[in-house]
């Protein structure tokens, strides 16, 4: 079936370092792509998307670009901030539900 | 509302209770759905519906857990008979449009956090 494969963390950075979170999905079909970001006590909230094969889904800095070839969406972004420590989940669309990995948890030191 | 609602936001049960979890989701949102998530994981999904409509419950992990949306807006997860491995958060989450449309973007509540001793 179905399914997404994020990188174990937890992943520490120094605040402005360059941040890659990797994710690989299976899936039948041509899904949609997700990040989903979940901070302490707070409901998942939607990052960003991409919806077809080389789109760029982009928002507050992070990037991901879905490719096929690879079946991958990278998270990725530039310089993280001590506000970007929270719980990333990469997602795909399934079949009547989105399919989520089992989540990166990020922090970030000043 | 502005958000999708939840409630309780934490419930601690005692095993064999019988627990219901409420959901308000967005006003006018079509879809609903309800995920699992246990400690450190990610959500896991249990069921959706379309209005009032159960289109999918392959997710409920056993008899125990019975979801209902009777007029298309609220919704409530109820589990009957309590066991230790139920403690969880239960998320709920709603769209505007059905599944099938494609947009495919939830809004999620904060979740309701369910332990059971």
């Known amino acids: 079936g179905d399914s997404v494969t994020q990188m174990e963390g937890p992943v520490t950075l120094s605040e402005e370092a360059f941040l890659t979170i990797n994710c690989t999905y299976t899936a039948t079909g041509y899904p949609s792509l997700f990040w989903y970001v979940q901070y302490p006590g707070e409901g998942l909230q939607l990052l960003l998307k991409a919806t077809k094969a080389d789109d760029k889904g982009s928002n507050k800095g992070f990037e991901a670009t879905y490719r096929k070839e690879t079946t991958s969406f990278h998270l990725e972004k530039g310089s993280v901030q001590v506000s970007d420590s929270a719980v990333y989940f990469c997602a795909l669309s399934g079949y009547n539900k989105l399919i989520f990995g089992a989540g990166t948890r990020l922090a970030v030191h000043p | 509302g502005a958000g999708v609602s939840q409630s309780p936001r934490y419930k601690v049960a005692k095993r064999g209770q019988d627990v219901a979890l409420r959901c308000d989701p967005i006003?006018?949102?079509?879809?609903l759905f309800w995920y699992q998530q246990a400690l450190g994981q990610g959500p896991e999904f249990l069921t959706y519906f379309q209005n009032e409509a159960q289109l999918d419950k392959s997710g409920l992990p056993s008899d125990r857990f019975f979801a209902e949306r009777p007029e298309g807006s609220v919704s409530t997860l109820k589990i009957q008979r309590t066991q230790q491995e139920d403690s969880a958060v239960y998320l709920c989450?709603?769209?505007?449009?059905?599944?099938?449309?494609?947009?495919?973007?939830?809004?999620f509540g904060a979740g309701s956090r369910l332990t059971v001793l």
């Open positions: 989450a709603s769209s505007l449009v059905p599944w099938s449309s494609g947009a495919n973007v939830l809004t």
């Open positions: 006003s006018g949102h079509v879809s």
